[in-house]
Nanobody, 126 residues
Framework: VQLQASGGGQVQAGGSLRLSCAAAVRTFERYALGWFRQAPGKEREFVAAVSWSGGSTYYADSVKGRFTISRDNAKNTVYLQMNSLKPEDTAVYYC??????WGLGEFVLGRDMHYWGKGTLVTVSS
């Protein structure tokens, strides 16, 4: 599975960005998908995840109410809508997936992801 993230950029605090992650795989609908981020000098952390159908989601406490993850199985793409951005949201954002048929629980349990895309940089200025 190849994952390609895009949509990063520079935005002022309070602004919005939408990240996209396109997946090159025939069975996209059998993969739970999520976003992680890594800020300068910090460890990578979980941000949000979505189930196979898109019907269930899971968020880190730090982004609840501000970020929304969604997916379009017809386009093999997962999205991360980020609103009310803060300077502490500045990071490289990565999309990731567990192995096929493993669900949202892999993110909830903090399991290692099987597939990673290259990151996209989000910079939020104050």
């Amino acid at each position: 599975v190849q994952l390609q993230a895009s949509g990063g950029g520079q935005v002022q605090a309070g602004g919005s960005l939408r990240l996209s992650c396109a997946a090159a795989v025939r069975t996209f609908e059998r993969y739970a998908l999520g976003w992680f981020r890594q800020a300068p000098g910090k460890e990578r952390e979980f941000v949000a995840a979505v189930s196979w159908s898109g019907g269930s989601t899971y968020y880190a406490d730090s982004v609840k109410g501000r970020f929304t993850i969604s997916r379009d199985n017809a386009k093999n793409t997962v999205y991360l809508q980020m609103n009310s951005l803060k300077p502490e949201d500045t990071a490289v954002y990565y999309c990731a997936a567990p192995d096929e048929d493993w669900g949202l629980g892999e993110f909830v349990l903090g399991r290692d992801m099987h597939y990673w895309g290259k990151g996209t940089l989000v910079t939020v200025s104050s």
